[in-house]
């Protein structure tokens, strides 16, 4: 993969007032990731995207987009991002279709009848292209959001939790939007979210911040796909199960128990294989659950940040 | 840049209360209009009571420049609340709707974002006046013919048929400055908001006040009354004297022009640094 770097963000600070929103933050984008930015309410998740697109300053810190700075080159890298920041807002007395004209016309191309209708066919909002946006539901906004941020096919797009309010069917309707363009146009994605899973889907290289700092960096396959799964066996007999795994080699991956479960700390392949020990042994093993210690640490600060 | 004025233009004329403005002059004029048609000719004789001794008119006095005159000095003084009205919303507005967020990061520069607001404003201005002189001088002078211009002011005047026009096009082109100062005046206090409610009353306010203030008949205040706005606002009066005082009108359009360069200024510094948080 090229490693161009498309964001890059050393000691980014913003204070409001007293309150650290976001805290000496560094972030390193690299063309075609699909970066996942992950982080509880009030993270700072959006204050950094405003920092990023210029609409608040920060209090101390660099930032370049496509190696350069923004305060200078601003246009020619505007040119190429596309973005929604918090929730998707338009005109509301205005029609789908001349909102996004407007906002073409604000990214310096005049965008054709053609072009427009198509971005809101992929979108799905091309039967009610001469709605006033006032007639819309929030997934529906949400999706014009997105239609607006492709509309100049920017190289880089930024998008602020893109799923919220939408439907089942439209979340993964979007993920796919976003792996499509990841995968077939070769956009950099820069995706904040507040749902692990979600990033876990789709991005290559994840941050989790609170409170404005890093917690966690790195690829998705690193912190994810090959890291010690924390697994609840749920099984009959537990007894006799805690018995039979305390002396085998499996008690270096006992962790606990209680009721009918026993948790384990084990890789995927292991999994297979104590299943298979245990039915061998005789016992059923009526559910296996399991749950990353990721996923563990993120809903420990997610609990944390909405206090 | 003039991309950027037409997308303004275009949402402008989308909104409801823009409309207000254009409304409200049409109905007025048309209400004065009617009613001149049938009493006016009660109207001007009562203005000319006592004169008929001494002058010997000739043409008709009810005419189109005599209604236009009559008009603008009706409606002047409520046009700062129709302009306001728009230009209160000029930039609140796209705080309230929140759309900053999606034209802000454009690759359109807060200084043309802030100057493409302030020429729309210019514009609507301009086309309130416009259609206030087209109401008012154009129909009437179909409607009700032309001929001399009996003016009433610090005493009475009547202009020959020919001395007239330019007298309207000079007090239109001072209107057009007064308002385009009271629609800056909405502006900056619309850049600092983002309920479009506080610029709207905040303007009025200073108007009404300042005006109030030079009514006031203590020394200090009428010390100070040259250098308030609003005293310069009524100089397009001055086209209707029979000697227009050049001087007066000069130095009253440089005040205004000041008032005007210096509020785009202060609006479009501030506007660059500020955060947008709606
Ligand atoms: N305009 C503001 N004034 C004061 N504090 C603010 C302002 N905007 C944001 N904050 C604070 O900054 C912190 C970060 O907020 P931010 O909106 O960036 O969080 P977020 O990660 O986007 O959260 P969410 O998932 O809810 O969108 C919060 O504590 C918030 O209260
Ligand atoms: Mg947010």
């Known amino acids: 993969m090229n490693s161009e770097q498309v964001i890059e963000v050393r000691g980014l600070t913003k204070k409001f007032g007293n309150l650290i929103a976001v805290n000496n933050l560094d972030l390193n984008v690299y063309r075609g990731d699909v970066f996942g930015f992950l982080g509880p309410n009030g993270a700072g998740k959006s204050t950094t995207i405003r920092m990023l697109l210029s609409l608040i300053k920060p209090t101390s810190g660099e930032m370049k987009i496509f190696g350069r700075s923004i305060s200078k080159d601003r246009k020619e890298i505007f040119s190429k991002i596309g973005a929604i920041v918090e929730k998707p807002d338009f005109y509301l007395y205005l029609s789908a279709y001349k909102n996004l004209e407007i906002l073409g016309k604000l990214s310096g191309t005049d965008i054709s009848t053609k072009k427009l209708m198509s971005m809101l066919e992929l979108v799905g909002l091309d039967k009610r292209y001469k709605s006033k946006v006032k007639t819309f539901s929030h997934g529906m906004k949400q999706r014009l959001g997105i239609a607006q941020a492709l509309l100049h096919d920017p190289e880089l797009i930024i998008l602020d939790e893109p799923t919220t309010g939408l439907d089942p069917q439209g979340m993964k309707e979007i993920r796919d939007l976003i792996i499509y363009l990841s995968r077939e146009k070769g956009k950099t994605i820069f995706l904040s979210s507040h749902i692990l899973h979600e990033v876990e889907l789709i991005s290559t290289r994840m941050i989790i911040i609170n409170r404005g700092t890093t917690q966690v960096e790195g690829t998705v396959d690193e912190l994810l796909k090959t890291d010690k799964i924390k697994v609840t066996f749920e099984i009959d007999k537990i007894e006799d199960a805690l018995r039979l795994v305390n002396e085998s080699s499996w008690q270096n991956n006992f962790k606990s128990t209680s009721k009918n479960e026993i948790n384990f700390e084990l890789t995927k392949n292991e999994i297979a294989e104590l299943n298979k020990y245990l039915i061998e042994k005789g016992f059923s093993v009526s559910a296996i659950i399991p749950v990353r210690s990721l996923e563990d640490f993120f809903l420990k600060i997610t609990d944390g940040g909405a206090k | ?278």
């Not at chain 2, 359109?108 to 087209?134: E, P």
């Open chain 2, 1 to 278: 840049m003039i991309t950027l004025v037409l997308i303004e233009l275009q949402k402008m004329f989308k909104k409801w209360r823009t409309y207000i403005g254009i409304i409200a002059i049409g109905l007025l004029t048309i209400i004065v209009q009617l009613v001149l048609y049938f009493t006016g000719k009660n109207f001007v004789d009562a203005q000319m009571r006592g004169m008929e001794q001494s002058f010997v008119i000739v043409g008709n006095l009810l005419n189109g420049y005599f209604i236009a005159r009559l008009i603008l000095t009706l409606l002047i003084i409520h046009i700062p609340f129709l302009v306001v009205l728009v230009g209160g919303d000029l930039l609140a507005g796209e705080a309230t709707a929140g759309t900053y967020r999606m034209i802000l990061t454009r690759p359109v520069s807060r200084l043309q974002v802030i100057t493409s607001k302030f020429i729309a404003g210019m514009l609507y201005v301009i086309i309130l006046l416009a259609w206030l002189a087209f109401l008012s001088l154009g129909v009437s002078l179909i409607v009700f013919g032309s001929g001399p211009l009996l003016s009433i002011g610090s005493g009475i005047v009547i202009f020959a048929e020919n001395d007239i026009l330019w007298r309207f096009l000079g007090a239109y082109a001072f209107a057009a400055l007064s308002m385009t100062t009271v629609m800056f005046i909405s502006i900056v206090f619309s850049s600092l908001v983002e309920n479009a409610i506080g610029p709207i009353v905040s303007t009025m306010a200073i108007i009404i006040i300042f005006l109030i203030v030079s009514a006031i008949p203590v020394d200090f205040l009428q010390n100070i009354k040259p250098y308030l706005f609003t005293t310069h606002m009524s100089q397009w009066n001055n086209f209707f004297n029979d000697e227009v005082n050049y001087k007066e009108i000069y130095n009253s359009s440089w005040i205004l022009l000041v008032h005007i360069v210096g509020l785009y200024a202060i609006t479009t510094y501030i506007f660059i640094k500020k955060d947008i948080l709606s």
